[in-house]
């Protein structure tokens, strides 16, 4: 007796469903559907809530943030130059948390119910529906939660002084990052740096998805080889 395959129905509220499509979840989620509005997620209108955000409530909730951290090593101490070199160096380091991120967890192979369900949570539902414009930056109540063991790690690296400014630097890094990612899928870009950086990001999605991390930069697809093969023949040349 040969089991069904299982079939999503893109009518009902899709987190409690992809789970089942077992081994196939991965070509699902990789056939993107291109539209502006998305598929609902839950059936509960709270949970459901939590999973949209308008691209402004990242710097509207976090900049403040960043400037409350810096004035932080500011009240401590440090000069304007030190500052900004702690930020920029926060900075630097996002960027690198920012494609291994992207490459080791967002597009980590699942195959069983809950590993597919949580994949799709996290990344795999930008994927299937990459317009949808209201779940292309992460939601601030997720992004506080992950702040915490973030100020934590920074601590173990720095001192009490430096650290307020390192975090401040990571958190304009992810805001950069947020930002850029929705710019990207909804800007119309008029000059070459963002535009080939839009053509960049769009190649990932729809040619070649497992190449192509980075999303303010290529700097580290370029240092780890995961450049994407038009752009190796243009870099050969």
Not at 24 to 29: G, R
Not at 43 to 66: G, H, K, M, N, Q
């Amino acid at each position: 007796m040969v089991a069904q395959e299982f079939t999503v129905d893109l009518n009902k509220p899709l987190v409690f469903q992809v789970g089942h499509l077992g081994e196939s979840y991965q070509e699902w989620v990789h056939q993107p559907i291109v539209s502006k509005t998305g598929p609902r997620f839950f059936e509960s209108d709270f949970w459901e809530f939590l999973t949209r955000t308008r691209w402004y409530a990242v710097p509207s909730i976090w900049l403040p943030v960043v400037c409350y951290c810096i004035s932080m090593s500011v009240r401590m101490g440090h000069t304007a130059l030190e500052i900004g070199l702690l930020v920029i160096m926060g900075i630097f380091v996002w960027t690198f948390l920012e494609y291994s991120l992207h490459r080791f967890v967002f597009h980590i192979n699942t195959n069983s119910y809950w590993w597919n369900t949580i994949h799709y949570l996290i990344h795999g539902c930008h994927h299937k529906h990459p317009m949808d414009g209201l779940r292309l930056v992460f939601p601030p109540a997720g992004t506080a939660v992950l702040c915490i063991p973030f100020w934590n790690l920074v601590k173990l690296i720095s001192t009490p002084t430096t650290t307020p400014a390192l975090f401040a630097g990571g958190l304009l890094g992810y805001v950069i990052y947020d930002c850029t990612h929705y710019y990207l899928h909804h800007g119309q870009p008029a000059t070459d740096v963002p535009r080939n950086l839009k053509k960049y990001h769009l190649n990932h999605h729809f040619r070649v998805q497992d190449k192509g991390f980075g999303i303010t930069s290529t700097l580290w697809d370029r240092v780890f080889g995961t450049l994407p093969p038009p752009y190796v023949a243009e870099k050969k040349r």
